[in-house]
Every structure is written in C-alpha cells, then in structure tokens.
C-alpha cells in the first residue's frame, strides 16, 4: 500500500481549475520530486496532502487514511506524521530558532527540558545550523531560515516530509547545500517525502521518481533516467529550459538574434 | 431595474450572513477549546502582559482626561441651576456606569484589538498559522484561546481602574478647581451608587473584552491579500469592535438596569 495515495484529485478556485483529475502513488521510503512551471497547482497539490484544502472531488490518503474524512483530531494525529517545509519557511517570528524547533515537541510530546534540548540540538546538526538557537528568524538569511524549517518539520521524527520548493529564491551554492541536506535527510532518515522544486539539478539527485504537472494534469511520473527521454514535448521543453514551445500558454516574445549573428 | 436592486440587496444580506456565520463559528470554536489540552500557561502570561500591564498607561491618562472634561461640564451645567453639589454625585454614576466601563473598552478596542489582528494578520500572510496545523496544533487554541481568556479577565479590571482614576480625575476639577469640599465630594460620589453598579461595570466590561479578543482575533485569522490584506485587518478589527461595544452597550444598559 502506497504511503500517499493521491487519486483522481481535482481542485479549482473560482472558474480556475488548478488541479484536475491528478494520480500520484508514493511509495515508504520513496522520494518523488514534482515539477511544473509557476501556477501549476504544485502547492495546492501539498496543501491538500497536509488538509490544508479540501479536495473538489477525489481524495488523498495518507497511510490508508482519506485526509478529507478524518475529525480535526484524528487530522492533527496524521500531521504530527508529516513534517511540511514551506517555501518562505514560516518560521514563528516571535520565537527563537530554538523554541522554533522545540515547538511541536514541547506540545505533542512529554519530555524533559533536557530531552527537549537534546532533540534540538539533533536537528539543528543535521540541517548544519547548530550555533544558531539563541537567533530570532528576522536575523537569518533566506537559505538559512529553509534549513531551520527543515529542522523544524523532522524534530517530530515524521515519516513523511513535504518539501514546497526548498531553494527558490537562493543562490546556487546555497541551493546545492539545500538539495545535500535533503538528500541527507533521505538517507539518515528514511523518509517518505514529496520534493516540489524548479532547480532540475538537485531535482535529479534527489528523486527516485519525478512527476511533472502541467495545466492541473500530471504528465509523467517515472524514474528519472526514464523522464530524461520521456518524448513528450512539455517534459522536453521543461528540461531544456526553453521559451518556444507547448509549455506556455501565451507565445514568448521572439527571441533577438545578436548583431554580430547578422553580419 | 428591480431586479438588479432585489440582486444586490440579496447579495449583501447574503454576505453579511456569511460574515456573521464565520464570526460565530469561530467564537464557538474559540469558547470549546478554552477547556483543551495542552493549557499553555506561559502564552497565557505572555498575553496578560501584553494586554494587560501594557495597556495600564493609556487607561490611566484617557480615564483621568475624561473624568476631568465631563467633572467641568457638570460643575458648569449645574452651576446654572445652583446646585454644584450635585456634580461629584452624577460624576461617581456617570463614571461608575459608562464612563469607565466604555472608554476602556474603546481605548482597549484600539490597543489590543488592532493588535491582535495584526499580529494574525501577519501570521496568516506569511503562512505561520499554516505553519502551526502543519505541527498539528489548532490555532484557536494556540492564538485565540490565550488572548480571550487575558482580554476577559484584564477589561474589567482595568475597568475598576479607570473608575478609581475617574474618581480623582472629578477629585481634581471638582474639589481643586472647583473649591468643594473634599469631605464632600468623597461622600457624594458614591452617594448614588450600588454595588450594583459596580456588578453592571465589570459584566459590561466581561462583555466588551469578550468582544475585543473575538473581533480582533478574527480580523487577524481572515486576512487575505498581504501587506494591504494586513494593514486593513486592525483598522477594520478597531472600527467593527468599537461599534459593536457601543450597541452592545446600550442593550447592556437597558437589561441590566431593569
């Protein structure tokens, strides 16, 4: 039995349908890396995950539970299983990295000030952010604030991790640290987690699966030797990069050839 | 043509019931988990100081400002008729039942109240209030819960604060410039007044605390639309609870009096 079972899911706001129809199988231990251009539905697609949304019609399951069905109690008994990494990190403003961390466990479990401390500063290792407990988030950089999100959403020790793109908005070499500690965390942890992410590369060393979703619909969703020559032309234009194609639903401006080419 | 007006009129009945409906929801949801687990004792005191000893300046200095304007207007008024003495007897009542109860939830209303929804405004906006279900914890509980509960207990009393202060504000104008006797004007202030008056105080300030947490929590969890979405939720928070603590007043006034 799949760990997270999206079937048939369709989600709309207003008359725009962001998802429609969307299947997505993942599987314990799996990492699956979702692509798509921005609007695609990606973070509906987590926010539903987490009930954070409720489906138009279909369903997800989390461990054979249909997330919509669940009681706000047995809803929060599912999340203390998920552990969410938002894209601009959420991070409570008026706590310290520390009582950040320490939150979910401080609420959900009945450990020692001692124990507690332990765990944090566990995770803080393991996301390399370790001398930084005493910091308020406003004193962090954006690369910085994701790492303490990460340690945040695994001190619970969850089986799942939802990732809503990790390193948008960051330099490459930060990206690249991002993209290790993921991997890290898959490894040391092995956790089931959905990976939403533009940067291809870390996308490739991340994944065990790759999905694209493209206007609501889920392209692909393979191996990701085997996504590299899907022949579908969005999954190719996505990989190269490039303007001219199916991708957009407006057609880019022509592309200026230099001067020199001309001469 | 009419069918346009029974359109519009329809819409916007329709829309105030949605607004009423969410409201009460809310407050509900807010009342049931009062009673959850885990109690967060240190959010709770974190909330009595901020609503609470952090508003104590502004309840002193508009409570003596106030009592000292109408202490002048009664001295003047009742100056025509030659009955000055009546002046520190209907400053104590006026103080007592409407003076103090709501000028501190006004003042409270635009202090705490555009707080609050600031603060969850801004939450919500930078998904921290998603951040907090993630972590399987409900943000009534979390948020609305603390800040009800110090709004509830710290608005009435504040409330015998500002009643106190009233006394000297009129003590100043009254006994100071006035020149009545301050033996006098002791004994006259509470001449008209019950404990009764003291109860109907503190229950209209229950009422006018329950209402300032509610609103401005709700203004705050609702917020849509960023930095306008934030910076509309404490003047609409400051706007919608000062009214309602003015209506509520009135029929406050009538039922308890009877």
Redesign the interface.
């Given at each position: 039995m799949a760990v997270i079972d999206v079937v048939n899911l369709s989600k709309a706001f207003g008359p725009k349908v962001v998802l429609s129809n969307v299947n997505l199988q993942v599987e314990e231990g799996e990492s699956l890396v979702v692509l798509g251009g921005s609007g695609t539905g990606k973070t509906v697609l987590l926010?539903n995950i987490?009930?954070?949304l409720t489906p138009d019609s279909g369903y997800v399951a989390v461990e054979g539970k249909i997330i919509a069905q669940l009681s706000?109690d047995e809803l929060?008994?599912v999340?203390?299983s998920?552990?969410?990494c938002?894209?601009?990190a959420?991070?409570?403003?008026s706590m310290t990295v520390f009582e950040n961390v320490a939150?979910?466990l401080r609420?959900?479990h009945k450990m020692t000030e001692a124990e507690i401390r332990a765990r944090v500063e566990e995770c803080l290792t393991m996301v390399g952010m370790k001398e930084t407990e005493k910091l308020k988030p406003a004193e962090l950089s954006g690369g910085m604030k994701r790492r303490v999100g990460f340690a945040?959403a695994i001190a619970?020790k969850p089986k799942i991790l939802l990732f809503d793109e990790p390193t948008t908005g960051l330099d490459p070499v930060m990206t690249d640290v991002i993209g290790r500690i993921i991997l890290d965390l898959k490894h040391e942890l092995g956790i089931t987690s959905i990976t939403i992410t533009h940067d291809l590369k870390s996308a490739f060393e991340i994944a065990d699966r790759i999905a694209l979703l493209f206007r609501g619909e889920c392209l692909a969703c393979e191996a990701p030797e085997v996504f590299k020559v899907n022949p579908n032309p969005v999954i190719q234009q996505f990989l190269r990069g490039d303007a001219d194609g199916p991708f957009l639903l407006d057609p880019p401006p022509p592309k200026r050839i230099p001067k020199e080419a001309h001469a | 043509m009419v069918l346009a007006v029974f359109d519009k009129v329809g819409a916007g009945v329709l829309k105030a019931t949605d607004t009423f409906g969410d409201f009460a929801v809310l407050a509900g949801r807010a009342f049931a988990a009062v009673f959850k687990r885990?109690f967060d004792g240190k959010n709770l005191l974190n909330q009595f100081q901020s609503v609470g000893v952090n508003s104590i300046p502004v309840v002193v200095l508009t409570s003596l400002a106030v009592s000292m304007v109408f202490a002048v207007q009664l001295a003047f008024g009742f100056k025509q008729f030659q009955a000055e003495g009546l002046a520190s007897q209907v400053e104590g009542l006026a103080v007592m039942r409407e003076l103090a109860p709501v000028i501190t939830g006004l003042m409270l209303a635009g202090r705490i109240g555009s707080a609050m929804a600031a603060e969850l405004g801004?939450?919500q906006v930078?998904?921290?209030i998603?951040?907090l279900?993630?972590?399987?914890?409900?943000p009534i509980h979390y948020l609305f819960v603390p800040r009800l509960l110090a709004s509830m207990v710290v608005v009435p009393l504040l409330t015998v604060v500002s009643v106190y202060i009233g006394f000297w504000g009129g003590y100043l104008i009254l006994v100071g410039v006035e020149g009545q006797s301050a033996y006098v004007y002791g004994n006259e202030f509470y001449k008209l007044l019950a404990f009764k008056d003291l109860r109907i105080a503190i229950y209209k300030a229950l009422v006018f605390g329950t209402i300032i947490a509610l609103v401005g929590c709700w203004k705050g969890y609702r917020t849509q639309g960023g930095a306008e979405g934030v910076g509309n939720a404490p003047t609409s928070s400051v706007v919608t609870s000062s009214l309602w603590i003015l209506i509520s007043d009135f029929f406050l006034t009538k039922l308890l009096l009877v």
């Amino acid at each position: 039995m799949a760990v997270i079972d999206v079937v048939n899911l369709s989600k709309a706001f207003g008359p725009k349908v962001v998802l429609s129809n969307v299947n997505l199988q993942v599987e314990e231990g799996e990492s699956l890396v979702v692509l798509g251009g921005s609007g695609t539905g990606k973070t509906v697609l987590l926010r539903n995950i987490m009930g954070l949304l409720t489906p138009d019609s279909g369903y997800v399951a989390v461990e054979g539970k249909i997330i919509a069905q669940l009681s706000r109690d047995e809803l929060f008994t599912v999340r203390q299983s998920i552990g969410m990494c938002f894209q601009m990190a959420a991070l409570f403003d008026s706590m310290t990295v520390f009582e950040n961390v320490a939150f979910g466990l401080r609420r959900h479990h009945k450990m020692t000030e001692a124990e507690i401390r332990a765990r944090v500063e566990e995770c803080l290792t393991m996301v390399g952010m370790k001398e930084t407990e005493k910091l308020k988030p406003a004193e962090l950089s954006g690369g910085m604030k994701r790492r303490v999100g990460f340690a945040r959403a695994i001190a619970l020790k969850p089986k799942i991790l939802l990732f809503d793109e990790p390193t948008t908005g960051l330099d490459p070499v930060m990206t690249d640290v991002i993209g290790r500690i993921i991997l890290d965390l898959k490894h040391e942890l092995g956790i089931t987690s959905i990976t939403i992410t533009h940067d291809l590369k870390s996308a490739f060393e991340i994944a065990d699966r790759i999905a694209l979703l493209f206007r609501g619909e889920c392209l692909a969703c393979e191996a990701p030797e085997v996504f590299k020559v899907n022949p579908n032309p969005v999954i190719q234009q996505f990989l190269r990069g490039d303007a001219d194609g199916p991708f957009l639903l407006d057609p880019p401006p022509p592309k200026r050839i230099p001067k020199e080419a001309h001469a | 043509m009419v069918l346009a007006v029974f359109d519009k009129v329809g819409a916007g009945v329709l829309k105030a019931t949605d607004t009423f409906g969410d409201f009460a929801v809310l407050a509900g949801r807010a009342f049931a988990a009062v009673f959850k687990r885990p109690f967060d004792g240190k959010n709770l005191l974190n909330q009595f100081q901020s609503v609470g000893v952090n508003s104590i300046p502004v309840v002193v200095l508009t409570s003596l400002a106030v009592s000292m304007v109408f202490a002048v207007q009664l001295a003047f008024g009742f100056k025509q008729f030659q009955a000055e003495g009546l002046a520190s007897q209907v400053e104590g009542l006026a103080v007592m039942r409407e003076l103090a109860p709501v000028i501190t939830g006004l003042m409270l209303a635009g202090r705490i109240g555009s707080a609050m929804a600031a603060e969850l405004g801004t939450m919500q906006v930078t998904e921290q209030i998603d951040a907090l279900e993630c972590l399987a914890t409900d943000p009534i509980h979390y948020l609305f819960v603390p800040r009800l509960l110090a709004s509830m207990v710290v608005v009435p009393l504040l409330t015998v604060v500002s009643v106190y202060i009233g006394f000297w504000g009129g003590y100043l104008i009254l006994v100071g410039v006035e020149g009545q006797s301050a033996y006098v004007y002791g004994n006259e202030f509470y001449k008209l007044l019950a404990f009764k008056d003291l109860r109907i105080a503190i229950y209209k300030a229950l009422v006018f605390g329950t209402i300032i947490a509610l609103v401005g929590c709700w203004k705050g969890y609702r917020t849509q639309g960023g930095a306008e979405g934030v910076g509309n939720a404490p003047t609409s928070s400051v706007v919608t609870s000062s009214l309602w603590i003015l209506i509520s007043d009135f029929f406050l006034t009538k039922l308890l009096l009877v």
